[in-house]
């Protein structure tokens, strides 16, 4: 089981890792995820580390994400 540790600050995205996995949770379930402005910045770090091979994303809450606000 892998063990995700906290590795980016971000308001409305939740970036974590373990080992050669990332990843991004979509954090404004009470808009169903629409209007996430930092997804680019936590996305800029995955591309930029050699080291992660898998990228998992995902919305919290009840929806993935309904769309642009």
Not at 35 to 59: R, S, Y
Request: charged content about 35%.
């Amino acid at each position: 089981m892998l063990k995700f540790e906290k590795a980016g600050d971000f308001k409305d995205v939740i970036y974590e890792r373990s080992g050669y996995v990332a990843r991004i949770t979509l954090n404004k379930p009470e808009l169903l995820n629409t209007g996430v402005k930092d997804l680019d910045k936590a996305a800029d770090l995955v591309a930029e580390d050699d080291d992660i091979k898998v990228l998992i994303l995902k919305g919290a809450g009840r929806a993935f994400a309904a769309g642009a606000p």
